[in-house]
């Protein structure tokens, strides 16, 4: 069975940061992308970020760029979120998914992913 279990959220200031965590299992970690994806009240689901082990192809929103970064440990079949600088506007339920294409940019944007968790609420406090 394919699980991704996400953590780390919370409340945190406006300038603070947070950890985000996908924990994966189930599949081949490597045969992978990960995404990052979040959504507001009210808006759209948004695709953020996403990386690929196998050839370490990464990609970023232009929303987060620069102040998310994402990273993987293979050994533990993990994928993280650091998010610093962190604004108001980043409020939200942050998800991670699993998808056998790759990290493409069209593919995030859509959200064309296979496999999902269950979200985890961040919330940034002016």
């Known amino acids: 069975e394919v699980k991704l279990v996400e953590s780390g959220g919370g409340l945190v200031q406006a300038g603070g940061s947070l950890r985000l965590s996908c924990a994966t299992s189930g599949f081949t970690f490597d045969d992978y992308a990960i995404g990052w994806f979040r959504q507001a009240p009210g808006k759209e689901r948004e695709g953020i970020s996403c990386?690929?082990?196998?050839?370490?192809?990464?990609f970023y929103a232009d929303s987060v760029k620069g102040r998310f970064t994402i990273s993987s440990d293979n050994a533990k079949n993990t994928v993280y979120l650091q998010m610093s600088s962190l604004k108001p506007e980043d409020t939200a339920v942050y998800y991670c998914a699993a998808d056998l294409v790759g990290c493409f940019e069209s593919i995030v944007a859509a959200g064309l992913y296979d496999h999902w968790g269950q979200g985890t609420q961040v919330t940034v406090s002016s």
């Open positions: 990386i690929s082990s196998s050839d370490g192809r990464t």
